[in-house]
Structures are given as structure tokens and as C-alpha cells.
């Protein structure tokens, strides 16, 4: 079962969890919806109305970034874990 790293900016949309056990892989969109299915809030963080990754999300699997390996079709093997780190704006 994949494992996803949720950020301390997004753990109250996760129930105040750091991580999370998703019952599905496959792909990351399989695991997104998933996730949209128990964590709705923290879904809509992390992908748009259209259902497309946030520009300002970055999602790696395995340490690989998803929009250099295929995206939402990215394989998402049974033992995977999913960081979700938004970006931070400053200076």
C-alpha cells in the first residue's frame, strides 16, 4: 500500500496526519482518487476543479518528480511513497 508524505502546511486538510496509507496504486491518479474519496480537502490542494496537478504542487514518487515521469499516469508501485510538497512563496 503506497505511503504519502503529507507537508505540516496541508496536515489539517489530512486530518492532522504526516502520513497517510492509501489503499490503492497503480498510478498516482488512481491514488489521488483515492485520496479525494478520504481526504477531499487535502485532493483539492493538491489538483485543480479540471482535476490536473496544481502548478504550485510538486508530487514526487519515489523520489522522481511526476511531471517528468508521466504524470497523473505516473506507476505508483504497491510500496511507493507519494511527498506532496507545495511551493512556498517569499523573499
Do not use: H, K, N, S
Given at each position: 500500500m503506497p505511503t504519502?508524505?503529507?507537508?505540516g502546511v496541508l496536515r489539517t486538510d489530512a486530518?492532522?496526519?504526516a502520513k497517510l496509507e492509501v489503499a490503492a496504486d497503480g498510478s498516482l491518479r488512481?491514488?489521488?482518487d483515492?485520496?479525494?474519496r478520504r481526504w477531499p480537502r487535502l485532493e483539492r490542494r493538491i489538483?485543480?476543479?479540471n482535476g490536473v496537478l496544481?502548478?504550485?504542487v510538486n508530487v514526487y514518487?519515489?523520489?522522481?518528480d511526476c511531471r517528468r515521469s508521466g504524470g497523473l499516469e505516473?506507476?505508483?508501485?504497491a510500496a511507493a511513497e507519494i511527498q506532496v510538497l507545495p511551493s512556498v512563496a517569499g523573499g
Open positions: 504519502m508524505l503529507v507537508p486530518g492532522g496526519a488512481a491514488v489521488l483515492e485520496v479525494a489538483r485543480d476543479e496544481r502548478r504550485y514518487v519515489d523520489g522522481e505516473t506507476p505508483v508501485p
